[in-house]
């Protein structure tokens, strides 16, 4: 027998790997014949690194960068093999920001930029970056600017690197833009499809969440709409209906329009950078899960792609959660056989997210799985 496991992390409680060692314990305890794989899960979110790096025996640097108000972080990407694993939450991310201080007119991607160029000094050309968690709105002009990239007024005057610089923008100059670029392959995981601006664009429907007010959206949607004729006129190509371009405040449109990057599911590029099919289709069962499970967990998420895959081999597949979501029920339609909560009972968030309290009702709830689950063998 063969159990694959893969799950996402259970966000302020445990890591995607370490869950998955968990219950690979339990199995093993239940079964101790089965031959129980274990394969790290993210969608290009935040934990992708870690769970990515951690999973593969890759390596984590830490770098000082500019943070979405210029204030100095220390931002963490990953390496694995050839490519270089980047979430930009690290540098330019919502967390990084206090709720009294957040506003899109104010944040930048410049230390995305940085932490590319960091890996391009060390003479990595393939990218994975999660875009997922931004403070920004500046259609990344932020990064490209710390790539070389010169964002230029009416009066050929360089302008600033912020979601409120956007207005300025008259001309764009790439004479400086790093060469190294050029050389490089960006694989964005994008997990909404959002196009630039419009009625579902980058700031109509993410900017109240970066403390923009309306008249603020009203501004960066024009802003944005300018920029991207900007962007047509020079490079003759037309990106602003892309699916995914709208994502973190516009970043997407940047990697597609002027670094010619690839905007992809995370957890399509997550399941194939992990080789998850070759292990999945000699499978008995497939094992999954994630923080929570609601009915918008087969849209992309994590999950998601487990279950894809499982179903393309006949595998059946569990999904464990620390709480379910709305219409939760719907997923059994889309690939998850059953799914389970690890929450025995009503309680506080802050006691069901301890660590302790995690892992004893996880380990509770797989023993009961598995011993359902010999029953039918």
């Not at 790096?53 to 390496?79: C, H, M, Q, S, W």
């Not at 979430?87 to 206090?98: N, P, Q, R």
């Not at 597609?256 to 399509?268: E, H, T």
Request: proline residues 2%; negative net charge; glycine residues 10%.
């Amino acid at each position: 027998m063969k159990i694959v496991i893969s799950v996402d992390s259970f966000k302020g409680s445990l890591e995607s790997i370490e869950a998955g060692e968990i219950i690979k314990e339990v199995i093993l305890e239940e079964i101790p014949t089965c031959k129980v794989v274990v394969k790290p899960l993210a969608d290009g979110g935040e934990g992708t690194v870690s769970a990515l790096v951690t999973g593969l025996n890759g390596e984590f640097i830490d770098i000082e960068v500019t943070g979405p108000l210029t204030d100095k972080v220390v931002a963490r990407y990953g390496v694995v093999g050839e490519k270089a694993i980047i979430e930009m939450a690290s540098s330019s991310g919502l967390t990084l920001v206090d709720k009294k201080d957040r506003n899109p007119l104010n944040t930048t991607t410049y230390g995305l930029g940085e932490i590319i160029k960091d890996a391009l000094d060390r003479d990595y050309r393939e990218f994975i970056i999660g875009i997922g968690g931004s403070a920004t709105n500046d259609i990344g002009i932020g990064m490209l600017s710390s790539l070389g990239y010169k964002f230029l007024d009416k009066n050929k005057k360089e302008v600033g690197i912020f979601g409120r610089d956007l207005k300025n923008i008259c001309y764009i100059d790439d004479e400086n833009v790093d060469k190294r670029i050029k050389e490089s392959l960006f694989e964005i995981a994008c997990d909404v499809n959002n196009p630039l601006y419009g009625e579902k664009g980058a700031a109509n429907i993410y900017g109240p969440q970066k403390g923009a007010t309306q008249e603020d959206i009203e501004k960066l949607d024009l802003w944005a709409k300018n920029f991207s004729k900007i962007v047509t006129d020079k490079y003759k190509t037309s990106f602003e209906n892309l699916e995914g371009v709208g994502a973190a405040g516009g970043l997407g449109y940047a990697f597609k329009a002027l670094l010619n990057g690839n905007l992809v599911r995370g957890v399509d590029i997550i399941t194939r950078f992990l080789n998850l099919e070759e292990d999945i289709k000699t499978a008995d069962l497939a094992i999954t899960g994630e923080g929570e499970i609601d009915h918008q967990t087969m849209m992309g998420k994590a999950p998601s792609g487990i279950a894809k895959l499982a179903k393309k081999y006949g595998v059946s597949t569990i999904a464990i959660a620390g709480s379910l979501g709305k219409d939760v029920e719907k997923i059994n339609d889309e690939g998850i056989d059953a799914y389970f909560s690890i929450t025995p009972k009503p309680v506080a968030l802050e006691e069901a997210m301890k660590k302790e309290f995690a892992i004893k009702n996880l380990k509770s709830t797989i023993k009961q799985i598995i011993r359902v689950y010999k029953m039918t063998k």
